[in-house]
């Protein structure tokens, strides 16, 4: 999604800027543009598509200056092109506004504006937002109190950095539902959407929350909320290196991540495994872990790859804990009125935790009185911050807009909160112990698994021009089914179904002939004789299949055109070893089709808009 980055100081903001806003192309976008302050004037230079044509545009011209924001956009209200890019500004071309986010009134705002005598160019939203933030600035009010009065109007969500040409030394920035921080340095400091961006300046962190907004000077800077009322904020140091956001030798963030599964799940699970009480400690959930397992229910909402992992977490809790467990798709749950009992517990999945639907789901629940826990990635994201409670998965910075190593990591945290309250509740020390090793061993399993990449890649030759594709895939693995599809659709842009395998006989079974490439999810399990009958079924009707495997079975290889054999394991903890198969098989469709695997057409990292 739109990208923000903003320098102020005394060194040349252009490369600052522009490296910046290349750390977050990863997060998706179609244009990007730059807006300069010099002694006496300003410069604005946008560009539709990379952020390197932007960079090759200002190149030509030869500009520095100490004062610059810079933005990539992601296109919602207007096509992607050079004039609906951000940076916008007012009439006099000396206020220049970038804005993630979506400004919800702009129509009503636009009109009240034209009739007072503001033209627009764009046809965007955030247009509004620097003839609104001007329209106060005539009146005589400060740079400052112009924005905090504009965004009184504004309805919607935004993150935005505003600079004027008429008070050099600062840059205003406010957020509302879309993420925003302070990179603090020496006689410099940075504003930006993702500290990925600036974390090569600076390791000093400060986090809006929504309803602030703040002055950013060289040396200093002052937080209110939109109420005027001061704000103390507080420096974070962070941890995160540059490394961690490095490709590290492979072709494409995508792999790497895929590769550094073994590690990232190792450290998932560091420190949180005890053993010999065959539990979990999970200090996040210290506080509240009796009042978790004497829940009359549980329910899991996310977006995407993190509502597949919640799906897999229903398994789990249901089996171990027997607490009913639902999972529901935040843009549903937050819209449908639910029903939310006072001794429920809702988790909210997030890899960025910066997803705005599951945000105003989680929102909507703790309103409402929910217990609300976060399971997030990204540490001091918006949905950690707002969780009562939560656990971190420290996978690691993901770069790579399909998710792979955040998903098998959110799998071993609801592994692990599934031990810390069945053990609570009815599971015995026995069954506890056993599922906490062989918690441990998954990582030298996900290894073992990661040595069939190039066998992988073969049989992604043989089907990359496939127009459809279908996965299936029982209990536990159902969910893996639809997370091998969605993989392959959001990279290779073929159209992939997943289904639980006993349901294709009630319609997908139509669709099957010798063009249809089917994967089957078929480890040997308590359900491996249904799932081999409905092997059988396709291949009576000439499918071609690709099975995912014990490695001890031989005899399934005489019923499909492919196997991939991978270790055993126990059932709650198959999708880890699934799942990585059937990574690798789109990434290498996507490879071999030329496609941009990391920045998938379309995608973005962080859906930051609803
Ligand atoms: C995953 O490959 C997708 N790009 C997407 O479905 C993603 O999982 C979803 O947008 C949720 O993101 P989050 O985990 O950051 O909330």
Redesign the pocket.
């Known amino acids: 999604m739109c990208g923000i980055v903003g320098y102020i100081g005394e060194k040349n903001c252009v490369p600052i800027i522009i490296n910046g806003l290349k750390r977050l192309e990863y997060r998706g976008y179609d244009s990007a543009g730059i807006a300069l302050i010099f002694d006496h004037h300003s410069e604005v230079i946008k560009n539709k598509g990379k952020v390197s044509l932007l960079e090759d545009k200002i190149d030509s011209l030869d500009l520095s200056a100490n004062l610059g924001i810079g933005h990539t956009r992601w296109a919602t209200h207007g096509v992607p092109n050079e004039i609906n890019a951000h940076p916008h500004f007012n009439t006099s071309k000396n206020l220049y506004v970038i804005h993630n986010g979506i400004i919800e009134n702009y129509q009503t705002l636009r009109t009240g504006l034209q009739k007072l005598g503001y033209e627009f160019i764009t046809q965007t939203d955030s247009e509004v937002l620097p003839h609104l933030i001007d329209s106060f600035l005539v009146k005589g009010h400060s740079l400052f109190k112009s924005v905090q009065l504009a965004l009184s109007e504004v309805d919607g969500t935004y993150g935005i950095a505003v600079i004027y040409e008429k008070e050099p030394d600062k840059i205003i920035a406010a957020r509302k539902g879309s993420p925003l921080v302070l990179g603090i340095g020496e006689n410099e400091n940075f504003v930006a959407s993702d500290v990925s961006a600036i974390i090569s300046h600076t390791k000093q962190i400060v986090y809006l929350e929504d309803g602030e907004i703040i002055q950013v000077f060289k040396n200093h800077f002052n937080a209110k909320t939109n109420l005027d009322k001061e704000v103390k904020k507080e420096i974070h140091e962070i941890s995160m290196t540059l490394d961690e956001i490095d490709k590290g030798g492979f072709p494409h963030f995508m792999l790497k991540e895929i590769m550094e599964q073994p590690e990232s799940v190792r450290n998932s699970m560091r420190g949180r495994i005890l053993f010999d009480e065959g539990t979990a400690k999970l200090g996040g959930l210290e506080n509240v872990a009796d009042r978790l397992a004497a829940s009359k229910r549980i329910t899991i909402s996310?977006?995407?790859?993190?509502?597949?992992a919640g799906l897999v977490g229903k398994y789990m809790l249901e089996q171990f804990t027997r607490i009913p467990t639902e999972v529901e798709y935040?843009s549903e749950f937050r819209y449908r009125n639910p029903i939310i009992e006072k001794d429920d517990a809702i988790f909210f999945?997030?890899?960025?935790?910066?997803?705005a639907?599951?945000l105003a789901a989680l929102k909507e629940a703790k309103l409402r009185g929910a217990l609300v826990l976060g399971i997030?990635?990204?540490v001091g994201s918006s949905?950690a911050r707002e969780s009562n409670a939560g656990v971190y998965t420290h996978a690691g910075p993901e770069i790579?807009?399909?998710?792979?190593k955040?998903?098998s990591s959110?799998l071993v945290v609801l592994a692990l909160i599934t031990l810390l309250i069945a053990r609570k509740k009815t599971m015995s020390l026995v069954d506890g112990k056993s599922i906490a090793l062989e918690l441990s061993h998954i990582p030298e399993k996900i290894s073992e698994i990661l040595k069939l990449n190039d066998e992988i890649e073969k049989i992604a030759e043989i089907f990359k021009d496939s127009k459809n594709f279908l996965y299936l895939g029982r209990g536990y693995n159902f969910p893996v089914a639809l997370?091998g599809a969605?993989?392959l659709k959001?990279?290779s842009y073929i159209h992939a179904e997943g289904y639980p395998a006993a349901e294709m006989k009630h319609g997908p079974i139509a669709l099957i002939d010798e063009n249809m490439p089917v994967v089957f999810i078929a480890p040997k399990d308590s359900t491996y004789d249904k799932i081999i009958s409905n092997i059988q079924e396709i291949k009576a009707r000439r499918g071609r299949i690709i099975a995912i495997a014990s490695k001890n079975d031989n005899e399934i290889d005489k019923l499909v055109d492919y196997t991939i054999k991978i270790p055993d394991t126990i059932r709650i903890l198959m999708p880890l070893l699934t799942v990585i198969p059937l990574q690798l098989l789109a990434y290498h469709i996507a490879v071999k089709k030329g496609l941009n695997v990391d920045q998938?057409r379309n995608?973005?990292?962080?859906?930051t808009v609803e």
């Open positions: 996310a977006c995407g790859t993190s509502w597949h935040a999945i997030s890899q960025s935790g910066e997803t639907d599951t997030c990635n990204v949905i790579g807009v399909a998710s792979t955040a998903f959110q997370e969605l993989k959001e990279i998938p995608l973005a990292k962080s859906v």
